[in-house]
């Protein structure tokens, strides 16, 4: 099992940026897949993007272009570059850890942040 703690989230006023963090615990974090979901009020948790051991990486559509995932191994830590945002970008984000499998699936992350709010005003 891996702790994660999620941070960098806050207001912004459409058009703007964020970054966000993910650190976790552990020693074999290299080794896993690194998700960001997203959760607005009333709404599914849904995948926003992933990255893997390989740094090969996943999109949502609707992110495509405007976010970016990276990772530092030697930190622990995954990001979440989030540019242009729009007021849709609003809901709670949260990292997620996961073993092997489609990157844009739910079902192979295990381990979850508290999540951080993020909040685009227009």
Request: aromatic share 10%; with cysteine; glycine share 12%.
């Amino acid at each position: 099992q891996v702790q994660l703690v999620e941070s960098g989230g806050g207001s912004v006023q459409a058009g703007g940026s964020l970054r966000l963090s993910c650190a976790a615990s552990g020693r074999t974090f290299r080794s896993y897949v690194m998700g960001w979901f997203r959760q607005a009020p009333g709404k599914e948790r849904d995948i926003v993007a992933a990255i893997n051991s390989g740094d090969s990486t996943y999109y949502a559509d609707s992110v495509k272009g405007r976010f970016a995932i990276s990772r530092d191994n030697a930190k622990n830590t995954v990001y979440l570059q989030m540019n242009s945002l729009k007021p849709d970008d609003t809901a709670v984000y949260y990292c997620a850890a996961g073993r092997n499998g489609p990157l844009n699936s739910r079902y192979i992350y295990n381990d979850w942040g508290q999540g951080t709010q993020v909040t685009v005003s227009s």
